[in-house]
């Protein structure tokens, strides 16, 4: 079985700072929907002064491209959270 990544993912973890992604499934009444989780490497608080505002926007721009792609047209959210340190 071969593991291949939807092209959302796979544009988005060429961004720096972006460590990993994932897809989450969120129950939605009788229906589960996809939602991309983004894993990146800094503070995601806006106040921090680690925050990566231009990578948040290459992410939101990677998503958007992708998202014009038939084959992310089923994820329908995005989770952006910091990597957990050790």
Excluded: H, Y
């Amino acid at each position: 079985m071969t593991n291949q990544r939807s092209i959302v993912r796979q544009n988005v973890e060429l961004i720096p700072g972006v460590s990993g992604t994932w897809i989450e499934w969120e129950s939605c009444g009788d229906l589960f929907e996809r939602v991309l989780v983004i894993e990146v490497e800094f503070d995601t608080d806006p106040n921090s002064s680690a925050f990566q505002k231009s990578t948040m926007e290459a992410i939101s721009e990677a998503a958007a491209a992708a998202a014009e792609e038939e084959a992310s047209r089923t994820i329908k959210g995005l989770r952006i959270v910091p990597k957990r340190s050790a």
